[in-house]
């Protein structure tokens, strides 16, 4: 999957997961991922999974299966290809934002960073960069957002550095790899206190 | 990418053939001619007209080919038609800047005869300005290639700002506001299809040309964004930009696949790009030179405003302004306080903003002004003077005048009224005063320069 070859060259943490084609095979990974887990379609098209009801979370052993089955049927009536069943390792908890980039028609390739997850496209809340940009660019680029203030005002402190480092991951993908977008959605961001880093849960890219 | 073109002869030349000349009083060949040659233009001005032999008390040729001399720029107003032929005449008779006003090329879909036009002044090396534009006006010598007569359309007088318009259309209305506004100009160009010489072309110009100190923009799209972005960047570490975007609302955006696409629309990267070369975006056409004006006056040390008024109320407004716009508003020194404190009668508050009062003349607005003006801790003075008080005399328009060239600190008013106001206020312009109707346009204009002068002022 091209999704899984871009994290691995350019060093993007993904939670973990792996792709499941039956629901005996979806108890396995789950199995061996550790529960609670996450279940989402898996499609190679373009399809908002939230909107069509293809995301379930906390799916603790017993409902693994039963979850599955749903899954296939939700994605049947939408009309979707049916490619299988991510399941994921629940994501620790952190601030939810979105690292994308796309080739822009008069500038080339742009870089967008904003408050992410299932509410990135009602918040609008957004930086864009012309490529290529350097730590100042990123950073500033992270100050400007409305969502900066969400990370000062909660008592603890955000590993931004790390935020900044997938910034620029997204940016040498511009500047290298011939693709027209990547959503990095969301990315989620950790305490300090609770170990720090940053983890991507989901990877879009159009070709 | 393309060599630097060199549009100074193109700018300023000393001989100019104009063809599509025409006798006609209602025909564009015929306004541009005469705006030529009465228009203080110095140089030779040859008309060309297959059919015609004096036109305007000037003998005409019937082809560029014909004219014994040499020619610096033509300005071609034929029909469509004609245009190819008559462009090919200028490159065998070695005429290197061309202005085509004629339309009809991509713009209505016919890409063919624009390719043509490139290849033309690609073979020829020419410069060419157009198609389907109005040209430029050069107040400073006296070159007018924009087509409407002069009694409908005022022309600015010459000064600093320079105003390069995609739209003729835009361009010619800003220009006659301009005029109207008292707010001189350095170069206009309408450059229409941007077939050969583009936008980012004549920011390389005002670049070097040396009577430009500010620059003003309308497009509505760029040629090449990343070579675009690039020269900008240089620029604007010089010159400001200011600019108005046209074409602004997303349409498509919402078919798009990614949430990347659909957050970072059309518009919001063309505006993320002008924030990254340091250019000033502005919302209208007002504002186009309402902020560019502002930028004749020398930058501030800082962003500390001192408001000087008769009127409490529009003091207070402006305050309200300065502080929401991201400015401050200075505390005076202790011996400025003193000293206002003397010069001042007990019913005026020693504050900022100085409330000078009702009843305040023009040389209670000396003493304030010249404190203000003295005082370390205040970076930019605003004054709002109501003109329509009994007291208030216009011997206050050469005192602000006076204190403005000295040019240490950005000074600019607000005032706002009917007729007699609006006379005083043009006076002021005139005497290179950035005047505004609003505290709400002021400060924003003001918060832009001390955002310059801030980012690029010690550079």
Redesign the interface.
């Known amino acids: 999957m091209r999704q899984f070859d871009l994290s691995s060259k350019y060093e993007i943490p993904v939670v973990e997961y792996a792709i499941a084609k039956s629901a005996d095979e979806a108890q396995r990974i789950a199995d061996s991922i550790g529960y609670p887990v996450a279940m989402k379609i898996a499609s190679s098209q373009?399809i908002h999974k939230t909107e069509i009801g293809g995301v379930r979370l906390n799916i603790p052993h017993d409902a693994v299966q039963q979850t599955f089955n749903d899954l296939l049927r939700t994605s049947i009536s939408a009309g979707i290809e049916f490619e299988g069943v991510i399941i994921q390792q629940m994501a620790k908890p952190g601030i939810e934002m979105?690292v994308?980039?796309?080739h822009?028609?008069?500038?080339?390739p742009?870089i967008?960073v904003?408050a992410g997850g299932i509410y990135?496209?009602i918040l609008?809340d957004?930086?864009?960069?012309?490529c290529p940009i350097d730590r100042e660019d990123a950073k500033e680029m992270v100050m400007e957002l409305k969502s900066y203030q969400i990370f000062k005002a909660r008592g603890k402190e955000y590993d931004l550095d790390a935020l900044i480092n997938t910034i620029l991951k997204v940016n040498s993908i511009a500047l290298t790899e011939k693709i027209k977008?990547?959503?990095l959605?969301p990315v989620i961001v950790h305490s300090k206190e609770s170990g720090g880093g940053c983890e991507v849960v989901d990877i879009?890219v159009?070709e | 990418m393309l060599m630097m073109r060199d549009l100074k002869k193109m700018f300023e030349p000393e001989s100019i053939a104009v063809i599509g000349a025409s006798r006609e009083p209602n025909k564009i060949g015929h306004v541009i001619l005469k705006n030529l040659v009465e228009g203080g233009f110095s140089g030779q001005v040859y008309p060309v007209n297959p059919s015609a032999e004096i036109i305007l008390y000037q003998h005409a040729f019937a082809s560029v080919k014909d004219i014994p001399s040499q020619v610096d720029l033509a300005i071609i107003t034929t029909p469509q038609k004609a245009v190819l032929k008559v462009l090919e005449e200028c490159g065998e008779k070695g005429i290197k800047n061309i202005v085509i006003i004629t339309s009809g090329f991509a713009e209505v879909g016919n890409v063919e005869d624009e390719n043509k036009v490139r290849e033309i002044a690609k073979r020829y090396g020419m410069a060419i300005i157009g198609v389907n534009c109005m040209g430029f006006i050069n107040p400073y010598s006296r070159v007018d290639s924009v087509f409407n007569p002069v009694y409908k359309l005022g022309r600015p007088k010459a000064g600093e700002i320079a105003f390069i318009s995609q739209s003729g259309a835009i361009g010619a209305a800003v220009m006659d506001l301009a005029a109207k506004m008292g707010v001189g100009i350095s170069l206009f160009v309408s450059y229409g299809n941007a077939t050969v010489v583009d936008e980012t072309d004549l920011l390389e110009h005002l670049y070097q040309d040396k009577r430009t100190k500010v620059i003003a923009m309308y497009i509505e799209?760029?040629k090449d964004?990343?070579r675009f972005?690039e020269v900008a960047k240089k620029v604007t570490k010089k010159k400001p930009i200011i600019l108005i975007k046209a074409g602004k609302t997303e349409a498509g955006v919402k078919a798009a696949?990614?949430?990347?696409?659909?957050?970072?629309g059309?518009y919001?990267?063309?505006?993320?790009?002008f924030r990254?070369a340091g250019i000033i975006e502005v919302e209208s056409l007002t504002d186009l030179f309402d902020f560019s004006k502002i930028f004749l006056q020398p930058f501030p040390k800082g962003k500390r405003v001192g408001i000087i008024t008769n009127g409490g109320g529009i003091g207070v407004l402006t305050a309200d302004q300065v502080l929401l716009n991201g400015l401050e508003i200075a505390e005076y020194k202790l011996e400025t306080k003193i000293k206002l404190r003397e010069a001042m009668p007990m019913h005026v508050n020693i504050t900022n903003p100085l409330d000078l009062a009702g009843d305040a003349d023009a040389s209670r607005f000396r003493q304030a002004l010249e404190a203000l003006y003295a005082d370390e801790n205040v970076d930019i003075i605003i004054l709002t003077p109501l003109m329509q008080t009994v007291h208030l005399d216009p011997s206050i328009i050469d005192l602000i005048v006076s204190y403005s060239q000295k040019m240490e600190k950005p000074i600019s008013v607000i005032t706002i009224g009917g007729s007699y106001t609006e006379q005083n206020r043009a006076l002021l312009e005139n005497g290179g005063v950035p005047t505004y109707t609003s505290p709400y346009v002021a400060t924003k204009a003001i918060s832009k320069l001390a955002w310059y002068a801030g980012r690029y002022g010690k550079e």
């Open positions: 373009p979105i994308g980039m796309k822009d028609q008069t500038f080339g742009i967008v904003g990135a496209e609008k957004v930086a864009i960069r012309v977008e990547l959503d959605n879009r159009i | 799209g760029v964004g990343r972005l696949a990614s949430h990347t696409a659909a957050l970072a059309d919001s990267v063309y505006s993320a790009a990254q």
